[in-house]
């Protein structure tokens, strides 16, 4: 059980352009989904909390006309990225939490981003 | 607001030994601490967690434990294996908020 999925795994696109990550809990209902950074060899960064039905608490520093969520069911929340720059380039990954009152967050697998 | 330190950076044992990693968080209300384990390229996976009503928690090679007053917690694991090499990663969230604050991460060296 707990299973989060991310798609796609690996995205390479020319600067400019817009990319679309999803992020889907596939055997339970991810009340919450946070997504998050990771640049190599460093933690991960939370970039912003998503509700289901609500709009996204971004943290402080990330740009939220840049990196667009939605969270528009309890299994499924997208991560646009907007006007990619290399700059960009990074690891995402996604995590959820289920609706059960616990504070457990499962990790989706990542999807490697790199704008040429 | 919530901050978490971990050390050390890099840890390099035995195969065999045990290994030790410790964490500390600044805000009291924290109640919920994981532990994750990362390998290279690949999700952080939920390795063991422990909440602030409780000690010590204990599975198989792994525990993990808190020190409330202090504020750490640590986790160790015993007959390190090989395949226990990654980087870990210890957070902490506090009481209705579920937000991760994560340490910076502990790459640990199995060597045999």
């Known amino acids: 059980g707990a299973v989060v999925s991310q798609h796609p795994s690996w995205v390479i696109c020319k600067s400019g352009t817009s990319v679309k990550i999803e992020c889907r809990s596939l055997?339970?209902?991810?009340?919450?989904m946070f997504w998050y950074r990771q640049f190599p060899k460093q933690s991960l960064m939370l970039m912003a909390t998503s509700n289901e039905g609500s709009k996204a608490t971004y943290e402080q520093g990330v740009e939220k006309d840049k990196f667009l969520i939605n969270h528009a069911s309890l299994t499924l929340s997208t991560l646009t990225v907007t006007s990619a720059h290399p700059e960009d380039s990074s690891f995402y990954i996604c995590s959820a939490r289920d609706g059960t009152g616990t504070d457990t967050q499962y990790f989706g697998p990542g999807t490697r981003l790199t704008v040429l | 607001g919530e901050n978490v330190e971990q050390h050390p950076s890099t840890l390099s044992v035995q195969e065999g030994d045990s290994a030790v990693i410790k964490c500390t968080y600044s805000?009291?209300?924290?109640?919920?601490f994981p532990w994750y384990k990362q390998e290279l390229g690949k999700r952080p996976q939920l390795i063991i967690d422990i909440r602030s009503n409780v000690g010590e928690k204990k599975d198989q090679r792994i525990a993990v434990t808190l020190n409330k007053t202090a504020k750490h917690f640590s986790l160790h694991i015993t007959e390190t294996q090989p395949e226990d090499s990654a980087v870990y990663f210890c957070?902490?969230?506090?009481?209705?908020?579920?937000?991760?604050?994560w340490g910076a991460g502990t790459k640990l060296i199995i060597k045999p």
């Open positions: 055997d339970f209902q991810a009340t919450t």
């Open positions: 957070a902490a969230s506090g009481v209705g908020n579920y937000q991760l604050i």
């Open positions: 805000d009291s209300a924290s109640n919920y």
